[in-house]
């Protein structure tokens, strides 16, 4: 079920804030959440925030600093799925999904990533298109929205379902962008892919 319509979890901006401060410093950072529209950080505890700030946020990230924006929405992405990791997905869950195999581990979280999709994708529409191998979808994004681009931009969600995958369904998993809606594409689509066997 989706959550009210405009509203994304607070790690769309909390953990892009220490990689941008690490690496453009605070004054900048701090230019930038301003002209984002982003007064206060969000407290992580009262749940889902405007996700207009947010994609802001993103959008700007990628005006200001292109040559950058890429590997810093890939570190923000990181640390959003560290911060789930952490604090979201119960450690007896997590084991079990450890000690799965790929086959099975992948379907389950798979479906609980389609589940949470109201925390990442706003007011987008999120689909599961297939759990083996996974292949997830998001119907006009709030983060590239009215954004155009030749190449796909949506580091930040590609880095946060890596993340996952990789610590609970083994390593070497990597989510490719191969559409998105930047590009004109109707849906921005990620598919899982496992570059090495561990």
Not at 26 to 53: F, N, V
Not at 106 to 129: D, M, N, Q, Y
């Amino acid at each position: 079920m989706r959550e009210a319509k405009g509203r994304i979890g607070p790690n769309a901006i909390l953990q892009f804030v220490p990689v941008l401060e690490a690496t453009t410093g605070a004054t900048k950072t701090a230019r930038l959440l301003t002209l984002a529209g982003i007064t206060a950080l969000p407290d992580p505890s009262a749940g889902l925030i405007e996700e207009g700030p947010a994609a802001r946020l993103h959008q700007l990230v990628r005006q200001a600093l292109p040559g950058d924006a890429t590997r810093l929405a890939i570190a923000a992405g990181q640390a959003t799925g560290d911060y789930i990791l952490a604090h979201r997905i119960p450690k007896p869950a997590q084991a079990v999904l450890r000690h799965l195999p790929a086959r099975l581990s992948v379907p389950i979280l798979s479906k609980a990533i389609a589940k949470h999709a109201w925390t990442f994708c706003g007011s987008g529409e999120f689909r599961l298109a297939t759990s083996w191998p996974a292949r997830f979808e998001i119907l006009d994004n709030p983060v590239v929205r009215g954004e155009v681009s030749e190449e796909p931009l949506c580091h930040w969600h590609g880095a946060v379902f890596a993340r996952l995958f990789d610590r609970l369904c083994g390593q070497g998993w990597q989510a490719v962008e191969t559409t998105c809606c930047a590009q004109g594409a109707r849906v921005c689509r990620f598919e899982m892919r496992r570059s090495r066997q561990s």
